[in-house]
């Protein structure tokens, strides 16, 4: 696999053919105010922090001040940064296959018959460098918010949340009603279709609850009226499903796939 090197990605690497916007009116921008206090509410309400790219304008309309994704910085600092926020804090090994997977999504929107590309969401992670150098991985999901009249992607919704740092090479596009999902190979450059769910057993999705709520298994066994034996065999069909090795990661897993 070819790798770009971090010191070598500029800005301008991030806007590809395939999504080239020619113009937007000045009088498309009326929306904004609305849309970013729709999403200001949103924030206020939920642990993940968001962000508006604006393809047009090549900068990010809108940063919400949730601290996870700002790395130390003010939503203010993250928003005048824009992309020279990602050159900057995307951990160096990481920068490379973030551009190659940004890049490769709008590839898909291009080269599927896609009626509309805001049903479909990047699914991937990466690692966050802090100004004291601190790393974070964060799991990261991209989706076209507003469209062109010609179908490019002109505002784009981006959330970030806590990753548990595992599967960090699970690249995945998901549709917002099929159970089909596109996963990124990163060996060949392309995108596979998969038509593999993961469905949770009632047991399954009552052990991931009550572990949210901080519980063991012991508790979690007296809970269910079942033994700890049992309990613990519903969590290693988790951990096998999820390809995880611990609670929290399984956690962090099934929130962020809406999986329960």
Known sequence: MFFILSTMIKKEDFFTHANRIPFIDDKEYSIIPILSGTLDAFARTSYK?????????????????????????????????????????????????????????????????????????LHHSFRIK?????????????????????????????????????????????HRYGS?????????????????????????KEVLRLASQGYTMDKIADCMYKSPDTVKGYRKHIFDKFGTNNITQALTYAINRQLI
Not at 88 to 106: P, R
Request: with cysteine; net charge negative.
């Open 49 to 121: 922090s968001l962000y508006v790219v604006d393809y047009y304008k090549q900068n990010f309309l809108y940063v919400a001040d949730n601290p996870l994704f700002l790395g130390a910085l003010s939503a203010d600092e993250v928003r005048e940064k824009n992309f020279e926020y990602y050159i900057n804090h995307i951990y160096d090994t990481d920068l490379s296959l973030f551009l190659e997977i940004h890049n490769a999504f709008f590839s898909f929107i291009a080269d599927m018959p896609v009626e509309n590309p805001t049903e479909y969401t």
């Open 130 to 174: 802090t100004k004291t150098n601190k790393i974070i991985p964060v799991n990261h999901k991209h989706t076209p918010l507003r469209l062109t009249s010609e179908g490019q992607v002109w505002l784009a919704l981006c959330t970030v949340s806590i990753s548990s740092g595992e599967n960090m090479d699970n690249i995945e596009i998901t």
């Open 180 to 204: 089909t999902k596109w996963q990124y190979n990163i060996q060949i450059q392309k995108w596979e279709k998969n038509s593999y769910v993961i469905e949770l057993s009632q047991e399954e």
